[in-house]
């Protein structure tokens, strides 16, 4: 039998629990031994609980107990979880993770940890919920040099920018109805800013590199300025506005962003609607190949978890490989990056804005006498901002074209 | 160092050395060893080609080199491609393929003799080409319950069935055109008629249950009766023609079928065209989650067997669990079944068929006189046979609907 804790009790917590009992016969085959947890360590008490004489709130009762081999960190932050984390790989406890920030923030030092005392730290959860992706990145995409990736990593600006789309809502009236529904939390801003996607770009990054990609370097857009005005011109030209987590090696540096982006049908991510995620990875050898699925939601992240936890169970003792050096990725200046880009202005600027963007494609919208749309030629960042502030508050609306 | 043989000169064959030597850094990296082919086996000579000195035409002088301890077996069939597998297991030596012919017939058996032998048996290019499937299934979906995987399994059938889509043109004349351009083969029935996509899906019904599910027992049927009428009414209706390869549990039954079906816009498999394939899995955790890319073609493919090579590789002496026993599999009555169904039928049989089907919805399509569309409500398939034969030749096109 396979001792297990779990650390925190909130929603994927008890995910976890709830897929070991309920998917009991598989998971114990999989992982060719019985898996039990032991311990559920929380700060609360959960009176009536079917688990609640398993809570524990002292963590050293888990870390002092030998017979723990495997520990689900399910309590997300960078402070106490990234203490247990260590103190768990340093008594030689595997530890499966689906806290990204602490991934983001700490994952090759406590990989390095990991490995020297034999043992895992392993974060499926951590990017795209239950999707397989970090697995598929380590163990299935091993003969492609990886050219690129690129992702809806949040599903909450998702559903979003869908609800925006199919209903003709703006963006703070859709955010409200997503709050009142669970949907998205009281205080949005880690998704609506990007933040949330920028973490998981920064994971995807460094695995694609085998180097660290800083977070805190990548160039990070919300979707709080999209306005219905922009959807409307997306949707007139086929397109659907997505934001997007993007990583491209260039030369032996990387070009790295969070951003939304309008996107045409002939991208697969384009069908990518509602909770839903998608990543596409580029390779040399394969090309273009996706993985979608449910980004978020208790059961799918507690999925991949547990997946981890057999993982885990099936290695005991053993190192599982994992690329990713402490070594610091280069990224690419932003502002020498190129794109195409969609721009919404008043009617008042079309003539200075043709004479600025000499190749651009006007797009109007019949009976729409409030702005003028324009799909600029590939340039770089720079070059745009500099143009845009030109044009100072006639501009309505700016997005990047994939 | 570690030796390796490549049995099959042929595309995938010499697509296998190619991503070797292309992407030798990355490769020997991820396998921790130097990769190394020391024989290519085939009856022919290739003169002039840069690897004509590792050309052997002696199985033999590859299975009693006892530094060879990985076989690329890359020449399909089931005759020699059989015997050699079986050879190599015998002696330790792990074999990857991609011929799922081979997996869907002797599968369980090979896996077998690799496992009493301390060796692998791995086949992630037997399906879906360079798209991670059998991995993710083997390793990344071990905590669900898989409770049914649906899938465009063959490219040729999907390039045909899109083109035919968006040109409006008949079976046979994109069939030619493909045939011309080298997307179809000149003895094109594996394909069209539907076998290729049968042994995939027996492969992956097989993986899903741990169990053996007899490819010559799945009910399949191929693309060669859709004409470009059906695709009429299918765009008529916001859906789209393709065919599947479906498994789905049902009780300790299976139900597995090939066939094509019309498929609405929120089937994700929707927007899979062209030679792309895809793959959606339903876990009773996860949800559905969905695997696409290029299913087929020289690199992708070879890319998916240097991968097990690679697995290959850092597992020497280890077996990699895959769960698929020799245990026959029971597969359920086709004709208890479930579906709703499209039908097109001579104008001059509606009135008889709206009272064999009550629940029916009629699509006309303005102009089109030779015609009319039904979409029947879900009934057996043994019912739905029946009442089509009493329709006789007044129906021209029937298709499953998903």
Redesign the interface.
Known sequence: MIQIAVLGYGTVGSGVVE??E??KA??N????DELNIKYILDLREFPGDKYEHKVVHDVNMIMEDEEISIICETMGGVGAAYEFTKMALERGKSVCTSNKELVATHGPELLEIAHAHNCNYLF?ASVGG???II??LN???????IESISGILNGTTNYILTKMEKEGASFDAVLRKAQEKGYAERKPEADIEGYDTCRKVAILSSLML?KTVDYKKIYTEGITRISYGDILYAKETGRTIKLLGLSKRMGDKVFAMVAPFMIGQEN?L??VEGVFNAVCVR????????????GAGK??T???V??D???CA?HLGKVI?C?WSREKAELVNMGEVEHKFFLRVKPSACEALEMMFKDCKKIEIPGRGEDVGYFTESMKEKDFADRCALLGEAVLGRIRVE
Do not use: C
């Open positions: 897929v070991i309920k998917n598989m998971v085959e999989k992982a060719a499926e239950g999707i397989p697995r598929p163990y299935s995409l091993t003969a492609e040099v085998g697969p384009h069908m390779g040399n050898m394969l090309g273009d190949s996706m993985y979608y699925g449910q059961l799918p507690a999925s991949a547990v997946s936890v057999i993982d099936r490989m690329f």
